[in-house]
């Protein structure tokens, strides 16, 4: 299994996917360290004042900068995980690779878990890299205040979406060609956010007034349970701005804006994912034993 892990990573170095993931990353964090600065300039004043009001329009305008960072992170892992493993099996049986493989004393299991934990591993290390980097930006230009337990929750909500979507993804891949996996896999992401900013722009209105938003909601519920990738997201951030706390002392839709939380996943929909990624995961190891390679 340890000789599939050091392939899995040798691929991924190979693959062009991830070099251009790793130069959209340089594009982006310049990008995002020159709108940080930006917005932080217009708030050095304010840092020096003792009023309540200004402490909380700092932190305010703060936490959008580190959302916003988030926001555009969250596309970003969630485009190299699926595109670093959507074709693992269909495009290895297409290419003979499997059948290569399999006629070793190698078994089914060991080589997709040895797949699975190679593309996991990956995509997490990637993670925290640009965790790390969008909290330093933040911080440099926005003063973020945070704890290490708020930290330690929001990055294992953060690299949580990497198992999922590579779970999802290798089981698509053992009934769909390369090509038809790699377009559901992106729709189906794209449902999941697209579910998110539904429940985000419900949020800022009066549900009681408008009884044509409950229909939305749940379609964004069903959404979100299709495809919980974005909503952990939203968990995340949630975790990373303590905003339970903050509830008596900021408008949450003021304190995140556009790229905010919307609602806040509750802890049964954190097992609620945490049993899907299991799901996905034992379905594709079985899917893959009974595949005709």
């Not at 949630?238 to 790229?259: D, H, P, S, W, Y």
Request: contains cysteine; hydrophobic residues 55%.
């Amino acid at each position: 299994m340890i000789t599939i892990i050091g392939s899995t990573w040798k691929e991924l170095l190979r693959k062009r996917v991830m070099l251009l993931t790793l130069l959209m990353t340089v594009i982006f964090l310049f990008a995002f360290w020159f709108v940080a600065k930006t917005i932080g300039a217009s708030l050095q004043e304010s840092h020096f004042s003792s009023d309540m009001h200004n402490m909380i329009a700092v932190h305010e305008r703060s936490a959008m900068i580190l959302s916003l960072g988030f926001f555009f992170g969250s596309f970003v892992i969630a485009f190299l995980s699926i595109f670093s493993s959507f074709s693992v099996i269909a495009g290895e049986a297409e290419q003979g690779v499997l059948q290569a493989l399999m006629t070793r004393p190698l078994s089914r299991l060991s080589w997709y878990m040895g797949r699975w934990i190679g593309f996991v591993s990956w995509g997490i290390a990637y993670a925290a890299l640009l965790f790390i980097s969008i909290l330093l930006v933040s911080w440099t230009h926005a003063g973020i205040p945070g704890d290490i337990v708020s930290l330690t929750r929001s990055f294992a909500l953060f690299i949580f979406v990497v198992p999922l979507l590579v779970s999802l993804s290798m089981l698509g891949s053992c009934y769909f060609s390369s090509t038809g996996n790699g377009v559901l896999m992106t729709m189906l992401y794209g449902a999941g956010w697209l579910g998110g900013m539904i429940e985000k722009v419900a949020s800022s209105v009066q549900i009681e007034q408008n009884i044509a938003i409950k229909p939305l909601l749940t379609i964004a519920g069903i959404m979100s349970l299709v495809m919980p990738a974005d909503s952990l997201q939203n968990r995340m951030q949630a975790e990373l701005f303590a905003v339970n706390e903050l509830q008596g002392l900021v408008t949450l839709r003021n304190l995140f804006g556009f790229f905010g939380v919307g609602q806040v996943p509750s802890n049964a929909f954190l097992m609620y994912s945490a049993g899907y990624m299991l799901v996905m995961l034992l379905l594709g190891l079985w899917s893959f034993r009974r595949k005709d390679i």
